[in-house]
């Protein structure tokens, strides 16, 4: 059997991490182009080859319809569920779509989990060729509060990559992990996890006990859709609102422009996290240039309510787990959006204490999960990870109520058995239907399976049909059925509502081998060309304005001969040329960017290359 | 650190599925259901209303969903004039008056019920310890259907004082938006 990495399915950037096995600590792989963040953004070839990574993220502004990103947003949702977003993520959804979302890239149709098991397949490439050894399971991280479909959707997404998910690790309780090895911390502690799409908060007890260290969840809360994400829409909203208001460009009208103008805004709000100002310079497409200059504070009075949305899961979480805020006794922030000033003001203040930011909040994660991973690996430990159930499972009783069976923050595994009988002589179904929430009625909650239970005919009232409910170590529900008169097991098919079944998960992987496991030199060719294409167009853009005319002579003739040695390479095959080419021609425009960038903004964009500007 | 805490924890690492992971598929089975059942118990066991429940249902007093929802007579007085201001409340809303002098008034109501229920754990836990006690000293039928007696009425009355409380929340939350 091959190796089992830990990976770090995010919503922005998706990491894959192993426990090296003579250092004995975690370490995150570095992919092909230098880091460790593998961007989740999958593109679409017209020739049929599937694009992941920083060479997809470059065909965002070239190929919008072919290219995806924060596809995790659409994990185990139904249509009806994702509506509102629509509106500020480019998805093309597949009207044809019924309960699982289908996602349209150039004229194909895939849903979340296959476009997922692509990002998949790329982190697995890149752990084999780090390894040299093949990799066929893996511990996927996903957020805390994410319910049991979006749960389904990503073991579903490594199945369809040909990964065995041997357990999927709540992203927090991932992270304390990675922490707690490497403080040697033990008390309560509360991990803050704000990322691209999702916020968790979960409050720990690390114990120490004669046979090794305990990694206890007493609570967990959160938003499966708030994030970095809505910060970028907040900012976006924000700069259509104004430029609408001067009446000159209506955004809604371009998905080009709007992809544009998020690149522009995502280097600003990572420009605020550092400065206390920073100018938006955005060349509208009828012409004008927007310019505005935003202020810290200006930014913060932006991004407040989303700030303020985290604290009423911070809250709710410390009350499900008994403690006040100064029971506990250290603070974690995970996930590159708590990089914000404002966020690690608040959660300062709230706790009264200085937040744990030692560790890389992008790759905790990612390092926890390469704990669990070489845990479970090796069978034996000393460690242990008891996590919780984030909503209560229940069942609809008469007139739409839910009558809870097994309340949130349980420990899992955990189960419920519940007796049925039939009302009426010679009745042969009982229909049951199961949900998760905290509301009280049906309609309120999320709807995980319906299915009609099978009774043998008999007079009303005798059937005696126990059924019982069990939500497994990865936060997924299983049934089971047994009739009591006879001690028969029945077998339970259970259609989840908002599910792929196992037909069809097998037809998916079949067809992915069909987009699957390119040469990897073939590979390297390919993101080598994109990159190529990339370049050459920006440069190509830049000699049109006008500001390249203030460029001397015999810098236009060496950028002129980088451009052509650049365009001689890419029709070959070697791609480590084409890239050494990719660095000669940047090296040359490197002035040429300069001058592009007027005086106001160079120096927030001094360094930068041209093809980011 | 008490006993049931680290009874729990030392039993996780004999059954947690984490160890059985690469075993065959029979003592994953076997590990996941135990495994659960000890999650189950643990969770019943610590939390003393829970554990009274579990112990009614066994003793065959309470079969689930059957919650009497009549108020306690000594209440009846203190619930009827709480209904009465939930009723104001509701008028003056709709009626868009000022909500200060009924809303204050709720809150006195709610920590007065809440402070009640405090009163009605402190009881049960009592009862509790009896039950406990009528086991140890191998205590008649009759006794033991006593406490028992005496064991669900305490939970029926919490379940009700319960209920008022979390009715005068939601009235007071709507108040506030």
Known sequence: ?613 | MDDLEQKFLQLSWKLHPDIFVNLTEREKEISLERSSKLNDAYRVLRDPVANVEYLLELEGMRKEGEHKQQAPPELLEEVFELNESLDELREARSAGANLDVLTGKLRDAETNFGEKLHEVDAELKTAAQQWDAALDADASDSDREAILQRLNELLNRRSYIRNLVAGVEKELTGAAS
């Open chain 1, 1 to 613: 059997m091959g190796r089992i990495v830990g990976i770090d399915l995010g919503t922005t950037n998706s990491l894959v991490a192993c426990v090296d096995a003579q250092a004995g600590q975690p370490k995150c792989v570095t992919g092909p182009y230098g880091s460790t963040l593998c961007p989740s953004i999958v593109s679409l070839d017209p020739d049929g080859s599937v694009i992941v990574g920083e060479a997809a993220r470059r065909r965002l502004l070239t190929q919008p319809e072919r290219t995806i990103y924060s596809v995790k947003r659409l994990m185990g949702r139904g249509p009806a569920d994702v509506q509102n977003e629509l509106a500020l993520f480019p998805f093309r959804i597949d009207p044809q779509s019924k309960n699982v979302i289908r996602v349209m890239l150039g004229d194909k149709v895939f849903t979340p989990p296959e476009i997922s098991a692509f990002i998949l397949r790329e982190l697995r490439s890149w752990a084999q060729a780090e390894l040299k050894e093949p990799v066929d399971r893996a511990v996927i991280t996903v957020p805390a509060y994410f319910n049991d479909a979006q749960r389904q959707a990503t073991k579903d997404a490594g199945r369809i990559a040909g990964l065995e998910v041997l357990r999927l690790v709540n992203e927090p309780t991932a992270a304390a992990l990675a922490y707690g090895l490497h403080e040697k911390q033990r008390g309560h502690v509360a991990v803050y996890d704000l990322g691209g799409g999702t916020f968790d908060i979960s409050i720990l007890k690390l114990i120490s006990t004669s046979e090794g260290d305990i990694y206890q969840v007493l609570s967990t809360n959160g938003d499966t859709h708030l994030g970095g994400d809505d910060i970028d829409n907040f900012l976006q909203a924000f700069v259509h609102h104004r430029v609408l208001q001067n009446g000159s460009f209506d955004f809604s009208a371009s998905a080009e422009s709007t992809q544009e103008l998020r690149k522009s805004l995502i280097a600003l709000k990572h420009d605020l996290s550092e400065k206390d100002s920073a100018l938006l310079r955005f060349p509208l497409p009828n012409g004008e240039l927007f310019t505005h200059e935003f202020s810290r504070a200006e930014f913060e009075k932006i991004i407040q309510p989303i700030v303020a949305r985290t604290m009423s899961p911070v809250k709710q979480a410390l009350a499900d787990a008994h403690l006040a805020p100064a029971a506990i006794e250290e603070v974690v922030l995970v996930g590159g959006t708590t990089r914000t000033p404002l966020i690690r003001r608040t959660v300062q203040d709230f706790f009264g204490r200085n937040p744990h930011i030692d560790l890389n909040p992008d790759e905790v994660v990612a390092l926890g999960a390469a704990v669990q991973a070489n845990i479970l690996e090796r069978g034996v430990s000393n460690m242990l990870l008891l996590d919780v159930t984030p909503l209560s499972l229940g069942i609809e009783t008469y007139g739409g109520a839910v009558s809870k069976i097994i309340p949130r923050n349980s420990t899992i595994p955990a189960s419920a058995q519940e007796q049925y009988t039939t009302g009426v002589d010679n009745q042969t179904g009982i229909d049951i239907h199961v949900l998760q929430g905290e509301r009280e009625l049906a309609k309120d909650c999320r709807s995980l399976a319906r299915f009609t239970l099978k009774v043998p005919p008999a007079p009303a009232g005798l059937p005696r049909i126990e059924v019982a409910f069990l939500i497994d170590a990865n936060g997924i529900l299983q049934v089971a059925a047994k009739d009591l008169r006879t001690g028969e097991q029945h077998s339970i098919e259970v259609q989840p509502s908002y599910g792929i079944n196992d037909t069809e998960i097998e037809r998916m992987l079949e067809e992915s081998i069909e987009y699957a496991e390119q040469d990897f030199a073939e590979r390297q060719l390919i993101e080598a060309r994109t990159e190529s294409e990339a370049i050459l167009a920006a440069t190509a853009k830049a000699f049109n304005n006008s500001q390249s005319a203030d460029l001397p002579a015999d810098e236009r003739a060496n950028i002129d001969a980088a451009i052509a040695a650049l365009k001689a390479s890419a029709t070959g095959t070697d791609y480590k040329q084409i890239r050494k080419r990719i660095d000669d021609v940047n090296h040359a425009t490197e002035h040429l960017a300069e001058l592009l960038m007027n005086s106001a903004v160079s120096t927030a964009l001094e360094g930068r290359k041209l093809a980011e500007v």
